[in-house]
Antibody, heavy 113, light 107 residues
Framework: QVQLKESGPGLVQPSQTLSLTCTVS????????VHWVRQPPGKGLEWMGR???????YYNSALKSRLSISRDTSKSQVFLKMNSLQTEDTAIYYC???????WGQGVMVTVSS | DIQMTQSPASLSASLGETVSIECLAS??????LAWYQQKPGKSPQLLIY???SLQDGVPSRFSGSGSGTQYSLKINSLESEDAATYFC?????????FGAGTKLELK
């Protein structure tokens, strides 16, 4: 059974770094690509980036300078790190296999002092 | 980056009616277009992939069509459970991009 679950801090201070973990089960990270998508409260979806099954990464150009995605295949985990957070980064962050029905439940991250 | 222009932004319809939602891509996306439904507090759910393929378990009143740069989602015989926000997504090239969403309200 395919599952993805995001975890991380609910509150981050402005200018600090966000670190999120996506823990997956039911498949291997070496077989499927995992994407990160975020959604500010009451707004639309923004594709952030992806960790390809072969370890390659691709980032949204608007976030590229602040964003890093990595993985630990032995732990079935994909990591998102984004620095220099601002209030506009407040959002629900999802990890997903995208164009499938396999999405995490999302984790709400609030950027506030 | 490919821009996805989704319309309308909101829609109000009655039970039993048929509605359509459009997505226009800024360049040819070769049918690499998915439609999602999202209800408040929930993760998006895939309805349609590759422009017109119905995801398993999705009611047949949902259908997708289009090609090139123009795509649409049609919902026949609206039911109360269809009240939601709908998004399109192009995965033809990176970065993948979403439409802004269409909020469907049932009268």
């Amino acid at each position: 059974q395919v599952q993805l679950k995001e975890s991380g801090p609910g509150l981050v201070q402005p200018s600090q770094t966000l670190s999120l973990t996506c823990t997956v089960s039911g498949f291997s990270l070496m077989d499927y690509s995992v994407h990160w998508v975020r959604q500010p409260p009451g707004k639309g979806l923004e594709w952030m980036g992806r960790m390809k099954y072969d370890g390659d990464t691709y980032y949204n150009s608007a976030l590229k300078s602040r964003l890093s995605i990595s993985r630990d295949t032995s732990k079935s985990q994909v990591f998102l790190k984004m620095n220099s957070l601002q209030t506009e980064d407040t959002a629900i962050y999802y990890c997903t296999l995208i164009t499938t029905d396999y999405w995490g439940q999302g984790v709400m991250v609030t950027v506030s002092s | 980056d490919i821009q996805m222009t989704q319309s309308p932004a909101s829609l109000s319809a009655s039970l039993g009616e048929t509605v359509s939602i459009e997505c226009l891509a800024s360049e040819d996306i070769y049918n690499n277009l998915a439609w999602y439904q999202q209800k408040p507090g929930k993760s998006p759910q895939l309805l349609i992939y590759y422009a017109s393929s119905l995801q398993d378990g999705v009611p047949s009143r949902f259908s997708g069509s289009g090609s090139g740069t123009q795509y649409s989602l049609k919902i026949n015989s609206l039911e109360s459970e269809d009240a939601a926000t709908y998004f399109c997504l192009q995965d033809s090239e990176y970065p993948n991009t979403f439409g802004a969403g269409t909020k469907l309200e049932l009268k």
